[in-house]
């Protein structure tokens, strides 16, 4: 039996397909059409409601995500909020009466989601330095953001006065009295041996954990996924723990922790991991999800390449660790095989000599794909030269790859700009990129050409601008 509070309706479901999506189920079983499908990719935010769900201290989190890609399964015992529920009587949410207060609508389409993004704003109880982080999974081709960036820089500044504040002791006492039963088609296993279980008694499912990447064969391709296994629930794979060398991330552990990690411990992965996606999608996605799909543009294979991370492959017996490059096989192939999967990232520490950089260039800065996305490490001795290298990339090849042959003309040299040009003039002899609509294979080369020399700019605490200004 599937149970979940929508509102303050709790919701009893005895049978509903494993792939059925939180949008349509809204719109179409329960009449809330204030949510929309823009995109039905988690790009537009149109669909936003938030999540609540209990935190380690037994208090209510608050998140914003997308309807349109989460399975109404995965939500089994955790409360959704539309934003019908937030008017109260005849009075508007102070919420919505501040995006009255600053004429922050206008057509209305995109106005649900938005308010529910800033509704969550709302209820997060530490201090928010960036507030239109929380925007950043919502499109409006209206307002031009600037009225919406005031009411979510004056929700952050102060308190709100919460009508739905009096129904958080009820929400508390329902999450404590739901049974984990079993559904049928959507395992829930807790374990490593249970999730071995699962996968043996169900072959052909998929494993899902934020489902912002696989949901989209459902929503996109209209594929039928009628088998899942929710592994956002596994003990194994929700932690990160400190190691001997380094940390050990766990697969399920969703990318908004994975970057206040990050920014802690790995500060130059931020030019990646903020841009994500959204706020909205960073609150679903994972490190498992990205490297289970393998796409030759994602971002985290390279990232891990650079930082010389490893990906550890479990099947509940035996625990097995692999490079990156060599867990990823092909275009969207890896060497997982049925009775196995993704079950932790472990990371090494940098050195104080090592020099990181991960850079992504695309199209648009904020929620898009990369055209390139290229990683480098540096070991620098205390003669200046380079001891150990790496360099990973990107959107150069059918997988994401390390470039070793560019790597072997900084070993044993000193860090110079005639070795940096050299590099750059072994580039297209190193990679033969495609072109596509988010770019010329030429314009790929020229790409890694000029972020090595970016790279060699930034180790000599040269300012890039001023480069491009002489």
């Known amino acids: 039996m599937l149970e979940l509070m929508i509102n303050r309706e709790v919701v009893k479901i005895a049978s509903l397909d494993a792939d059925t999506m939180l949008l349509n189920y809204l719109r179409e079983h329960k009449q809330l059409t204030g949510s929309k499908e823009g995109c039905a990719s988690g790009d537009c935010g149109a669909c936003t409601v938030v999540m609540v ?70 209820k997060q109880k530490q201090t928010v330095s960036h507030p239109s982080d929380y925007l950043a999974g919502n499109l409006c081709r209206c307002t031009g953001y600037g009225p919406l960036i005031e009411v979510a820089n004056t929700i952050a500044s102060q308190s709100i006065d919460d009508p739905l504040e009096q129904d958080a002791s009820a929400v508390k006492t329902w999450m404590a009295s739901v049974d984990d039963a079993a559904c049928q088609h959507y395992a829930r296993p807790k374990t490593r041996l249970e999730l071995a279980q ?27 996924l009628p088998e899942l296994i929710d592994i956002s629930h596994v003990d194994d794979l929700l932690t990160i723990t400190e190691t001997t060398s380094g940390w050990r991330i766990g697969a399920a552990v969703p990318m908004d922790r994975v970057h206040a990690f990050a920014r802690e411990h790995f500060p130059s992965a931020d030019e990646v991991i903020e841009r994500l996606g959204s706020l909205t999608i960073r609150h679903r996605a994972t490190l498992g999800g990205s490297l289970g799909h393998a796409s030759p543009i994602g971002d985290i294979a390279p990232l891990l390449m650079s930082l010389n991370g490893r990906i550890e492959v479990d099947d509940g017996v035996t625990k097995t660790l692999f490079a990156p490059e060599d867990y990823i096989t092909g275009y969207r192939e890896t060497l997982l095989r049925d009775h196995q999967w993704i079950s932790a990232i472990h990371l090494p520490r940098l050195a104080p000599n090592q020099h990181h950089a991960i850079y992504k260039i695309s199209k648009r800065y904020e929620d898009d794909i990369a055209t390139v996305t290229l990683g480098i490490n540096m070991t620098i001795d205390s003669d200046q030269r380079v001891k150990n290298c790496i360099i990973s990339a990107g959107g150069v090849a059918a997988k994401s790859v390390r470039l070793h042959e560019l790597e072997k003309v900084f070993v044993g ?22 072109s596509d609509v988010r770019g010329s294979a030429r314009y790929r080369v020229k790409l890694v050409q000029n972020l090595l020399k970016r790279f060699y700019l930034q180790t000599q605490h040269i300012d890039v601008r001023l480069v491009h200004h002489a």
Request: proline share 8%; with cysteine; aromatic share 2%.
């Open 198 to 224: 699962a996968k043996s008694q169900m072959p052909s499912a998929k494993l899902i954990a934020g489902g912002t990447d696989l949901s989209l064969e459902v929503t996109q391709q209209g594929r039928s």
């Open 413 to 434: 040299r000193p860090l110079s700009l005639p070795i940096v040009h050299a590099a750059q003039d072994k580039v297209p002899e190193v990679i033969q990129p495609l």
């Open 53 to 122: 769900e209990p935190d380690p201290n037994g208090e209510l989190s608050y998140k914003q995500i997308n309807a349109c890609i989460t399975p109404v399964h995965s939500l089994h015992g955790k409360q959704v909020i539309t934003v019908e529920h937030l008017k109260q009587a005849q009075a508007l949410h102070p919420v919505q009466q501040a995006v009255v207060d600053k004429n922050g609508t206008q057509c209305g389409f995109c106005t649900p989601g938005i308010v529910m993004s800033l509704y969550a704003l709302s």
